[in-house]
Antibody
Framework: QVQLQESGPGLVKPSETLSLTCTVT????????WSWVRQPAGERPEWIGR??????????PYNPSLQGRITMSLDTSKNQFSLELSSVTAADTAMYYC?????????WGQGTLVTVSS | IVLTQSPGTLSLSPGERATLSCRAS???????LAWYQQKPGQAPRLLIY???NRATGIPDRFSGSGSGTDFTLTITRVEPEDFAVYYC??????????FGPGTKVDI
């Protein structure tokens, strides 16, 4: 079955760029939406954005603090997709999940905790 | 669309019935309401999609219902492994994929 695994630094300094990669096993990236979701400790999940297998992206337009800071990409040769979040602040500290789905999240990775601190 | 969930915490004993509510600030089409279960230290897991369809592998003690602005997740007989936080989610058009604040089901 399809499994997802996040990887990347667990600690990022303020004003720097958070970079995470999701490796998909048990299936391909083809003809599917892949999303990133984050969840601060004790809070509800928040959808960050998605990328389709052709590279088209949609980012969350409703959180002003995310505007202009998100970049998603994919590497079909490695069966991976990635998230970059620039100019991070402490408010970006959260568990970050990669996931399969356009908005309805069918499969979740186990998550990776990213802390923003100097 | 703002989702509110009630109660915030539901304290039950194994074998009891659980009824969780999700209310939307405006009408949601039935295909676009989902429920997730999250246990401590784990990622959320899809339970119900399209208001009433169980996801793969979800036991039939879980059921979803509702329409308009009021939706319900029911667990007919709570098992020990069901103690968790449950989130409803709207995943409709316009990229508005919002989660409710969650209901914690505990012992």
């Amino acid at each position: 079955q399809v499994q997802l695994q996040e990887s990347g630094p667990g600690l990022v300094k303020p004003s720097e760029t958070l970079s995470l990669t999701c490796t998909v096993t048990g299936g391909s990236l083809s003809n599917t939406y892949w999303s990133w979701v984050r969840q601060p400790a004790g809070e509800r999940p928040e959808w960050i954005g998605r990328i389709f297998s052709d590279g088209n992206t949609n980012y969350n337009p409703y959180n002003p603090s995310l505007q202009g800071r998100i970049t998603m990409s994919l590497d079909t040769s490695k069966n991976q997709f990635s998230l970059e979040l620039s100019s991070v602040t402490a408010a970006d500290t959260a568990m970050y999940y990669c996931a399969r789905g356009a908005g309805l999240i069918e499969i979740w990775g186990q998550g990776t905790l990213v802390t923003v601190s100097s | 669309i703002v989702l509110t969930q009630s109660p915030g915490t539901l304290s039950l004993s194994p074998g009891e019935r659980a009824t969780l509510s999700c209310r939307a600030s405006q009408t949601i089409s039935r295909p676009y309401l989902a429920w997730y279960q999250q246990k401590p230290g784990q990622a959320p897991r899809l339970l119900i999609y399209g208001t009433s369809n169980r996801a793969t592998g979800i036991p039939d003690r879980f059921s979803g219902s509702g329409s308009g602005t009021d939706f319900t997740l029911t667990i007919t007989r709570v098992e020990p492994e069901d103690f968790a936080v449950y989130y409803c989610q709207h995943h409709g058009s316009s990229l508005l994929f919002t989660f409710g604040p969650g209901t914690k089901v505990d012992i």
